[in-house]
Structures are given as C-alpha cells and as structure tokens.
C-alpha cells in the first residue's frame, strides 16, 4: 500500500512523510537492490507484530536524480525555497552574487547529473503523529547501523538519510527553538541529513576565510552530502538540536509496540479469517468506516461479504489512534446486526465494534477495482531479491533457530512475506510507466477481496483467552491534564538560560499569587477583614459622636475613613500593631430596634434627596454637603435622559433609504439586509 509514487512526481502527499537512503553517487542498480533487502531485513525484526495507522514502512530504488529532482519540487511546493532559491543541483540565482568562485564551478548543471540510485519510501501516517516519528526512528537507526564497514553499503561511504514531510525538513520542525538565526525554511534545502545516526547540518560561511569552503544559498545536493561525509568540515548540529531530536524519538521501537490496543470484538468470521493473513488491513477497514459517506453506507445494507449472522467472539488488534477512531463514532447498525446488547451488558462496547468493522471491510470490498491485488500472484520463487531478503534475515537471526518447515519457521515467514510485499511489490516504479496507481483504500480492498477467496473454506481463528485492553488512557481528568501541562512546561523551562529561567519563576509566582486572592470591586484583594475597613478613629457612624476625635466634619471624617480603610485596609493581612486583632475579636452586638429605626431614617433621607434632586434645589447644610455627591449623579442621570429624549429618531424614510443601501451594497450576496428582509417575508430572488 504506497502513496510514494505521487512524491516521485513532486507532489507530497498532506499526511505522508517521505524518506530517501543516500549510498555513494555511484551506487548501481544492483547495488542498491542489495542495499534495499540489507535495509528491510533490519527493519522486518523491529516492526513485526506492529499496526501502523495507514502505511507502513517501505523502500524502493529510484534514480538518484529523479529524487533530487522530487524534494526540490517538494520544497518550492511546501515553501521551503522560492522558486529562484531553490536550483536542481546548482546554485540559486538569488544567491549567485554571494556564492564563491568555487560553487560555482563545482555545481552540476542539472540533476541530470547524477548517474547512481538510491532507496526512497513515503508512508500515509494519518492522523496518528507517533507512526511518523517512528519512521524517522527506523531511518536513523538504519543510518547507525549501515555504516562504511557493512558489507552492503557499496562505494565504502555511510549512509546518509533526509526526512521531510508537507511542512519541509521534519527534524528541524522538532528542533526549531534550537535553531541558529540563519536557518529557516528558505535555507534549509539540501542542509539537514542524518548520518551515522547523528543529525547534521551544512553551516553557512561565517567568514571571508570559509566562502571557498562551505555553500551559501542552497547549496548543490552532491557537495552537501560530500560535506558531511567530510572530516575536514564539521556539520554534527549542536548538542541542543541533538538533544531535542533524541528526546522526540527516546523509547523506540518499545514505545510503538506501547501504542497498541488489543480489543475485545464481536465480529463476523470473515473478519478474523483476513486480519489473520494480514492485521494490517485493520487500518484502511476502520478508515473506510471512519470516512464513510451515505454512498458507502449502501453497501452495508445486505453485508454480503461479511454477514452479521457469522459474528464469533475474537481479539483485534490496533494502534490507540484507530481505537479511538473507531469507538468514539456514533453509529447506528442495521436490522441485519439484530438487537443491541443494553448498555449495562459486557458484550455492548463489543457487539459496537464488531458492527464497525464488519461495516469498513464491506466498504473497503466496494471500492475495490474489479482488477485483482498484483501482490496475490507474485511469483516469490523466482524473485531474486527475496531471495537475499530471505538470507538478510537469517543471518539476523530473525527465524530464531527454528527448523526449516516446521509451523512456527512458517509462521515468520509469513509475516516476512507480507512486510516485503507492502515494502516493495506494489512500490516498483509506481505510476511512472503512465499508468494509474491505485489509492490507499483501493489496494487494501483489492487485498481483501483476495483474501476472501483464499480463506473461503479455511477455518475461523480461536483465540485461547480474547484480552480486552483498558481504554482509560482515551479519558484525560483535569489532574492529568494538567500534569500534561506542566511536563510540556517543565520542557520549555530546561531550554532556557539560568537568568531567563529566574524570570520566568517570577513570573508564574506573580501570577500564581495574583490569582490566589479574592476578587472585589477593588480588584484582586487578599483575605477581607472587615475590621481593616475602618481606622481606629472612624466615629461618624456611631450615634453618640458626631465627629471624630480631631474635630473633623462628618464629610472629612468619612473622607480619612475611605484613606485608612480602602487604602489601606483592603488587600492587607493586618497593620503590624495588632490593634486589628483586638478589633477582630470583639463581638459585635446588634440591637434590632435601633438597625430598624436608622434604616428608615436612611431611606427617607434618600427620598427626600431625590425630591430636592428632582426640583433642582440644593442644600447648603452639612447634611446637604453629604448628600451632594447623590444630587450631582442624579442630575447628571436626568440630563443625559432629557437630552437622548430630545435627540431627533429616524423617520421610516431615512431607515428604508439605509436599508436600500446596505441591500445594495451586499451585491446580491448574504448580508444583514437579506436577512432581515427575509425574516419579515421579503424573498429578494422573486421579481418584485
């Protein structure tokens, strides 16, 4: 199942990451087929037994030119480079006043140049972000691995990688707060490779002494490479760019085989018959379903393929992300399924899952093409690069020492022959002949369809003990996310330098302790002590003084009240005498009659105010004084009333002229007029 073709074409895919394996310039057909099965026999051990979430890992041999030519027309495409930045094996033209003599005599003229061949795949990931870091995973450690001293790699160089996905270099994008200034999207082509399992980056000159020595611009793809097998130049990336890439990838390929979900299912027989020869079709079956429109749900009314009423019991096997997929759509099955378990019964979530697989293998039949899957009839016995995977993994050690025929020999090589048909049959040459590739779902139903005619008359799988997986990892409680949070945080913080990390703590306990407090008319306040409110002097509101002990008018007393009790009082712990503590703990005793009697008092002072207010007279007294603030907002209330009363309305002329021209200016598109206009039965698509 390959979406690579179209990479070859220039055109990546949206979800696919695409991989290419450098040998030497020279590297010849043969030489490369030989790399090809050393690389896959590496790789068959380390993926067997793993569901990937579309693709799966997979090489080919291609032209060396034809994939330089591909990833530069992939990052004009992505905006890695403009068209002017970005040369087929030359120097960019923006860049030729600043490039030396020598890069310019050295560039080839074209891509054409190149003469050897190399290994590139592309693999659909999907949503499921993990399968693309696995890839880059797998990539670097076959770069570890497929040094100058193994016995396949030809020309006496190690091998060398580049990983880019719709968005350009893919090892760059995780280490971007790591980046020197200078690289960016524009010069990154043909700069960033894994080598020897160790990322590396071409640097730019930094001197007059190094423009004869390093590129500038783009540099051409052969002295890139020739760079960073060089000694002479040292391309390692800095100790931060390693350390962000390697914590991005730490616990492969454990980590991968984590990811998985075993699900408890009730399914039809057919199902368990195909995923046995091949569990990786679970993938394209819950895609199908999870994309599924009324068109494909058509084949799902008579399940000729893969009939409810054969529904067993079995154990299906898929990554977290197709889980999820597949659990969190609301899906209603048809009267062929029969009844659904109650919800309160164990076989409900089983008998849901079933019904949404059965219903994505049945879809995935009716895309299918009539033509049937070219891997089902290929001829292994006379494949000779089959044969030298075959002796790869042997000398790997991957059959185990079991004998040769016996079940569990067959057993591996199956599994063997299933990962060498996703990994190149199907992969050779795509569409490059003219001829129509096939997509992703379409293959995984030709596939099936096979399936299906070799498995007609075997028998249905039994599983000695059907494990079901806790889903709790699907549901995150606040905790955990804020535990998520704060370990994407805490990583943040490691980058930062020792002076930036202090200022970033103060920060966030600024804030911490700003959010802590309690939330008033004032603002953010701290613990409220109603006793801070008032100073030690605020009398006025005690019937038996009618100023304060310095002689104060009632306005000045309560004017040093609202300085000494909101300045000073709110948002405070306390004073530091401890004469609020003396305060806080007096009781405070209430006599209802008098709390009654000054309540009427204060509301028939309000009337009156509002009487007085009303008829614009004003009060000089002292009383008065009070009350002045009260008078001036109630006649200020009455002037902006009196004046929007006299304020001029719109007449119905001036509100229809409006209308008209606001239902002009819309053009005859949508806009508030038409709706309008519509909501009072106006239809302005009718002839008046």
């Not at 930045?85 to 020598?102: K, Q």
């Not at 972000?129 to 040094?147: K, P």
């Not at 992969?427 to 498995?455: I, K, P, Y």
């Not at 703590?505 to 407090?517: E, G, H, I, L, Y």
């Amino acid at each position: 199942m390959d979406g690579g073709g179209s990479t070859l074409h220039g055109r990546q895919q949206e979800d696919a990451v695409t991989y290419t394996l450098y040998a030497g310039s020279e590297t010849s057909r043969e030489q490369a087929e030989a790399l090809l099965s050393a690389c896959l026999a590496l790789v068959a051990p380390l993926v067997d037994g793993f569901v990937w979430q579309c693709e799966g890992f997979g090489l080919r041999v291609v032209p060396l030119s034809t994939a330089v030519t591909a990833a530069a027309a992939a990052a004009r495409a992505a905006g890695a480079a403009s068209a002017d930045d970005v040369v087929l094996g030359g120097v960019s033209a923006s860049h030729a006043g600043n490039a030396s003599a020598t890069d310019q005599a050295e560039a080839p003229a074209s891509a054409a140049a190149l003469t050897g061949f190399c290994l590139q795949g592309t693999t659909r990931v999907g949503d499921n972000i993990d399968d693309e870091w696995f890839v880059v995973w797998l990539v670097q450690h076959l770069t570890a691995v497929l040094t100058s001293t193994h016995p396949a790699v030809p020309g006496d160089v190690s091998l060398a990688a580049t990983v880019r996905d719709l968005d350009g270099e893919l090892l760059l994008i995780e280490a971007g707060d790591q980046l020197p200034r200078w690289l960016d999207p524009t010069t990154a082509h043909n700069r960033v490779f894994l080598y020897e399992g160790r990322t590396h980056v071409v640097p730019q000159p930094e001197s007059p002494a190094t423009l004869g020595l390093l590129p500038t611009g783009s540099p051409p793809f052969e002295r890139a490479l020739d760079l960073v097998r060089s000694a002479t130049v040292d391309t390692l990336a800095t100790s931060d760019i390693q350390l962000a890439i390697d914590t991005r990838l730490k616990g492969y390929p454990q980590r991968a085989l984590a990811s998985l979900h075993r699900a408890r299912c009730l399914v039809p027989e057919n199902v368990l018959k195909v995923l046995q020869r091949d569990p990786q079709l679970v993938a394209a079956a819950v895609t199908a379903f999870y994309e599924r429109d009324p068109i494909d749900m058509k084949a799902c009314v008579k399940m000729k393929h893969f009939p409810p009423s054969t529904r067993v019991e079995g154990q299906v096997l898929l990554t977290r992300c197709l889980y999820a997929q597949l659990s969190q759509q609301r899906f209603q099955p048809g009267p062929s399924f029969g009844r659904r378990p109650p919800p309160s019964s164990p076989d409900c979530k089983a008998f849901d899952l079933g019904a949404k697989l059965a219903c994505g293998f049945e879809m995935l039949v009716a895309r299918a093409p009539p033509d049937d899957d070219p891997t089902s009839e290929h001829d292994f016995a006379s494949d000779a690069r089959w044969q030298r995977f075959v002796a790869n993994l042997q000398q790997q050690g991957y059959f185990r020492d079991n004998i040769e025929g016996s079940k569990q020999y067959k057993e591996l090589l199956a599994a063997a022959a299933r990962s060498y048909g996703q990994s190149i049959v199907g992969r050779d040459d795509g569409c490059s002949d003219g001829g129509v590739a096939l997509s992703f779902m379409e293959e995984a139903g030709q596939c099936v369809r096979s399936l299906l005619r070799e498995e007609r008359d075997s028998e249905c799988p039994t599983f000695e003990s059907v494990v079901d997986d806790d889903d709790g990892w699907m549901y995150l409680s606040p905790q955990g996310l804020d535990d998520l949070l704060q370990s994407y945080i805490q990583r943040g913080v490691e980058n930062l330098a020792p002076d930036q990390e202090l200022l970033v703590n103060d920060a966030a306990q600024r804030v911490k302790s700003f959010m802590s407090k309690v939330s008033s008319f004032e603002g953010a306040v701290g613990e409220i002590d109603t006793s801070e409110f008032f100073s030690d002097d605020d009398d006025d509101w005690d019937d038996d003084d009618g100023a304060d002990d310095d002689g104060d008018d009632g306005n000045q007393g309560h004017g040093d009240d609202e300085d000494d009790g909101v300045a000073d009082g709110v948002g405070s712990k306390g004073r530091g005498d401890g004469a609020g503590e003396t305060k806080r703990a007096k009781p405070v005793d209430v006599d209802g009659d008098v709390f009654l009697h000054s309540l009427q008092s204060m509301l028939g002072l309000l009337s009156d105010m509002s009487d007085s207010g009303a008829a614009g007279g004003q009060d000089t007294g002292s009383a008065g004084g009070d009350l002045r603030p009260w008078q001036e907002l109630e006649a200020a209330m009455q002037d902006e009333l009196d004046t929007t009363a006299a304020a001029p309305s719109a007449t119905p002329d001036d509100t229809m002229r409006h209308l008209l021209e606001s239902l002009g200016a819309q053009q005859g598109l949508a806009g508030p007029s038409s709706t309008l206009l519509g909501s009072l039965g106006f239809d302005q698509t009718k002839p008046s």
